[in-house]
Nanobody, 121 residues
């Protein structure tokens, strides 16, 4: 059993910054990779950023250079620092804790409830 609690979303003007947090509890020793996804109504949930157990990161092209994913293993928390926000960054951001490797068909994914990010012009 893994539980994820997200926070940090809100309304921000274009060019501003937000930091999303995801606190993980439960069977945390079973978690390997962690990721952030974004979903807009009517569209598929897409990967925004990924961090593995040793700190290696992967970013979607549309956020590269603006967003940073990090994790604090002592606090069992993953962060998404977002800078230079654009209106197209608007959406619901979901935390994803992975038991196994992200790209494996055998991996289990545990999802947070999502936090709304709205970027105004």
């Amino acid at each position: 059993q893994v539980q994820l609690v997200e926070s940090g979303g809100g309304l921000v003007q274009a060019g501003g910054s937000l930091r999303l947090s995801c606190a993980v509890s439960g069977s945390i020793l079973a978690i390997n990779d962690m990721a952030w996804h974004r979903q807009t109504p009517g569209k598929q949930r897409v990967l925004v950023a990924l961090i593995n157990s040793v700190g290696t990161t992967v970013y979607a092209d549309f956020v590269k250079g603006r967003f940073t994913i990090s994790r604090d293993n002592a606090e069992n928390t993953v962060y998404l620092q977002m800078h230079s926000l654009k209106p197209e960054d608007t959406g619901v951001y979901y935390c994803d804790a992975v038991r196994g490797s992200y790209g494996s068909s055998k991996a289990l994914h545990y999802w947070g409830q999502g936090t709304q990010v709205t970027v105004s012009s």
